[in-house]
C-alpha cells in the first residue's frame, strides 16, 4: 500500500514539530486513515443521521416560523474518519490528526467527532501537504459534544499556495456542553471555513476563535452561523486577519437568538490588519434577535499598522521590519493566548511569528515545505 510510511515512520515524514510530543498521531492521507484504533477510525460516510446531529430547528419569531438547518453535503464524500471521547472519561493525553494530502486531486472526506455525556478531551487537526502541486480538499466535521461534555479544538490549516480547501464545520451543543474551537490558518492558496453551530441544550456554551494569515494573491472566505435554540447559553466569537499582498478576505457572522432562548450571551467581533496597499477585507457580522432578556454584540474593524505606534519603536531604534512584525504578533496575539494549553500555544507563537517574519515557504529545520 502507498501509503504504508506513513503508518511507522513519521519522523522521515516531519523532521521538525509537526508531530507534537506528548500527543498521539493519526494520520489521513488523501482523506484516508492509515493508523486507527478504538478511538479513532475510519467509518462509511452516513447523512441521514451524522452523530445523531438534529439537522433542522424552528425558531419563533413574532411574525413567522423560520427554519434554521444545519447544511448537509452536495454529495457522498468517499471517506469518513469517526473520533468518539468515551463517556465519562478525561482523555489526559492529546489526540493529533494529522491530515495531509500527498497527491494532486479533488477528494472529500467527513471527520466526525464525538464527545460522548461527561467526557473531556482535546483534539488537534492539522492540514498539510507533501507537494507543490494544485489539489483541492472539501471537509466536512460534525462535532457533536454530549450533556455535560467539553471538547478542546484546534484546527492548523497549512498547505502550499496551489492548495483550495473547503471546510464546513457542523456543531451541535447538549445541556452543559462546551466547546472551545480555535481556527489558526498559516498557510493556503484559497481556504473557505464555514461553521454552523446549533446550542440545543441549555448551559451550553461555544467559544470559536480564528486568526487567518494571508498574502500574495491568497483568498480566505469565513462564514459563522451561531444558533441560540434553547433559554441560558453562552457563545463568544473572536476572529483577526492580517492581510497583504493583493490577498482578499470575506468574513460573514449571524447570530440568531430564538423568541424561547431568553438569558443568551452572545458576542461576535472580527478584526482585520491590512499590511499592504493591495490587501482587501470585507466584514459582515449580523444579529438576528428574538428574544428580549439577551446580552448581544457585534462588531468589526478594519486598519492598517498605526503610525503612532511605529513611531514610538522607530524612536528607540527598533528598525521598521521589525517594528511590523512585532505590532502584527501583538494583533495576533490576543487569539492565540485564547489557546489554555501552554505547549499549543507557545508553538503556534511561534509558528505565526516564523509565518510573519516570512521563512515559512522554505523550512530549514524540516523535510517538506510549510511544516
Known amino acids: 500500500?502507498?501509503?504504508?510510511?506513513?503508518?511507522?515512520?513519521?519522523?522521515?515524514?516531519?523532521?521538525?514539530?509537526?508531530?507534537?510530543?506528548?500527543?498521539?498521531?493519526?494520520?489521513?492521507?488523501?482523506?484516508?486513515?492509515?493508523?486507527?484504533?478504538?478511538?479513532?477510525?475510519?467509518?462509511?460516510?452516513?447523512?441521514?443521521?451524522?452523530?445523531?446531529?438534529?439537522?433542522?430547528?424552528?425558531?419563533?419569531?413574532?411574525?413567522?416560523?423560520?427554519?434554521?438547518?444545519?447544511?448537509?453535503?452536495?454529495?457522498?464524500?468517499?471517506?469518513?474518519?469517526?473520533?468518539?471521547?468515551?463517556?465519562?472519561?478525561?482523555?489526559?493525553?492529546?489526540?493529533?490528526?494529522?491530515?495531509?494530502?500527498?497527491?494532486?486531486?479533488?477528494?472529500?472526506?467527513?471527520?466526525?467527532?464525538?464527545?460522548?455525556?461527561?467526557?473531556?478531551?482535546?483534539?488537534?487537526?492539522?492540514?498539510?501537504?507533501?507537494?507543490?502541486?494544485?489539489?483541492?480538499?472539501?471537509?466536512?466535521?460534525?462535532?457533536?459534544?454530549?450533556?455535560?461534555?467539553?471538547?478542546?479544538?484546534?484546527?492548523?490549516?497549512?498547505?502550499?499556495?496551489?492548495?483550495?480547501?473547503?471546510?464546513?464545520?457542523?456543531?451541535?451543543?447538549?445541556?452543559?456542553?462546551?466547546?472551545?474551537?480555535?481556527?489558526?490558518?498559516?498557510?493556503?492558496?484559497?481556504?473557505?471555513?464555514?461553521?454552523?453551530?446549533?446550542?440545543?441544550?441549555?448551559?451550553?456554551?461555544?467559544?470559536?476563535?480564528?486568526?487567518y494569515l494571508a498574502d500574495g494573491e491568497k483568498v480566505v472566505n469565513t462564514q459563522i452561523n451561531i444558533l441560540h435554540a434553547v433559554p441560558n447559553c453562552r457563545s463568544n466569537q473572536l476572529f483577526k486577519g492580517i492581510l497583504g499582498g493583493n490577498s482578499k478576505s470575506d468574513f460573514g457572522g449571524e447570530i440568531i437568538v430564538a423568541t424561547d432562548a431568553q438569558g443568551t450571551e452572545a458576542y461576535q467581533a472580527n478584526n482585520n490588519l491590512l499590511v499592504s496597499d493591495g490587501a482587501r477585507a470585507l466584514s459582515q457580522p449580523h444579529l438576528v434577535i428574538y428574544a428580549d432578556d439577551v446580552k448581544c454584540s457585534h462588531g468589526s474593524t478594519i486598519g492598517t499598522v498605526g503610525d503612532e505606534e511605529m513611531f514610538y519603536m522607530r524612536s528607540r531604534g527598533i528598525s521598521e521590519a521589525e517594528a511590523r512584525v512585532l505590532q502584527q504578533q501583538a494583533f495576533a496575539g490576543t487569539v492565540l493566548e485564547k489557546i489554555s494549553n501552554p505547549e499549543l500555544r507557545e508553538r503556534l507563537s511561534s509558528l505565526v511569528e516564523r509565518r510573519l517574519r516570512g521563512e515559512f515557504t522554505k523550512c530549514g529545520s524540516c523535510s517538506k515545505h510549510r511544516c
Open 1 to 211: 500500500m502507498a501509503n504504508d510510511q506513513f503508518k511507522y515512520v513519521p519522523q522521515q515524514l516531519f523532521a521538525c514539530s509537526v508531530p507534537i510530543s506528548n500527543a498521539k498521531q493519526y494520520y489521513v492521507v488523501d482523506g484516508l486513515l492509515t493508523n486507527g484504533d478504538d478511538l479513532v477510525k475510519n467509518t462509511k460516510p452516513h447523512y441521514e443521521d451524522i452523530s445523531s446531529i438534529e439537522r433542522s430547528f424552528k425558531v419563533h419569531s413574532r411574525m413567522e416560523t423560520i427554519n434554521v438547518g444545519l447544511p448537509m453535503p452536495d454529495e457522498e464524500s468517499s471517506n469518513a474518519v469517526e473520533v468518539v471521547l468515551p463517556a465519562g472519561k478525561v482523555q489526559k493525553e492529546l489526540i493529533q490528526i494529522i491530515s495531509i494530502r500527498n497527491n494532486a486531486s479533488e477528494i472529500k472526506y467527513d471527520l466526525n467527532v464525538r464527545a460522548e455525556k461527561g467526557s473531556c478531551a482535546t483534539v488537534i487537526l492539522c492540514c498539510h501537504t507533501l507537494m507543490d502541486k494544485r489539489c483541492s480538499t472539501v471537509e466536512c466535521i460534525n462535532i457533536k459534544v454530549e450533556e455535560g461534555a467539553s471538547l478542546t479544538l484546534l484546527a492548523l490549516q497549512n498547505e502550499n499556495e496551489l492548495a483550495a480547501r473547503d471546510t464546513h464545520v457542523s456543531i451541535l451543543l447538549e445541556k452543559g456542553a462546551t466547546l472551545n474551537m480555535n481556527n489558526i490558518t498559516l498557510h493556503e492558496g484559497c481556504v473557505t471555513n464555514n461553521i454552523t453551530a446549533v446550542l440545543g441544550g441549555e448551559e451550553a456554551e461555544c467559544n470559536l476563535n480564528g486568526l
